[in-house]
């Protein structure tokens, strides 16, 4: 049993030295894991943050309300349902924006959270704005949603 014990000594002591090699790393990302851990970027350190990261879902709530070390996504193309509506939708999408109105364009509007209130003006900037977000016939989707969103800002 002692032989064992200090086998087991032993290890934890060489993973503790070891993990100090890979210090300056900051493979854990964000969440509580992140702060409660900050500036220990030793091995040991780092996969108890992702750990502690993982088993409490405060990564997931972080990312969301970016808080805990996350930056929240931005942009509408980081928003996979609007990334997806564009893509299936570009040329019916193209066809709403340039008349102002339409199935499509309301759509987006839900999408992207747009208020009832102002989507009048937000189909008519779209509207105005037309040649600056299809700005070619083999426009990708993903250019049609950045050239949405600087119209927009």
């Given at each position: 049993m002692k032989k064992f014990l200090v086998i087991a000594l032993a290890a934890v002591v060489a993973i503790s030295v070891g993990t100090e090699l890979f210090a300056g790393q900051n493979n854990y990302g964000c969440g509580l894991g992140s702060i409660i851990f900050k500036g220990k970027d030793g091995l040991l350190s780092q996969t108890c943050a992702?750990?502690?990261?993982g088993t409490c879902a405060n990564q997931t709530f972080g990312?969301?309300?970016g808080t805990s070390n996350c930056e929240q996504f931005k942009g509408i193309v980081s928003n996979e349902k609007?990334?997806?509506f564009v893509a299936d939708n570009m040329d019916n999408l193209a066809k709403d924006i340039a008349k102002g109105n339409g199935e499509y364009l309301n759509t987006l509007a839900v999408l992207m959270e747009v208020k009832e209130p102002v989507r009048g003006q937000f189909y008519g900037k779209l509207q105005n704005n037309f040649g600056k977000i299809y700005t070619?016939?083999?426009i990708t989707h993903?250019?049609?949603l950045?050239?949405?969103?600087k119209v927009m800002n």
């Open positions: 992702v750990t502690f990261n990312i969301t309300t609007i990334n997806k070619s016939e083999k993903v250019d049609v950045n050239n949405i969103e």
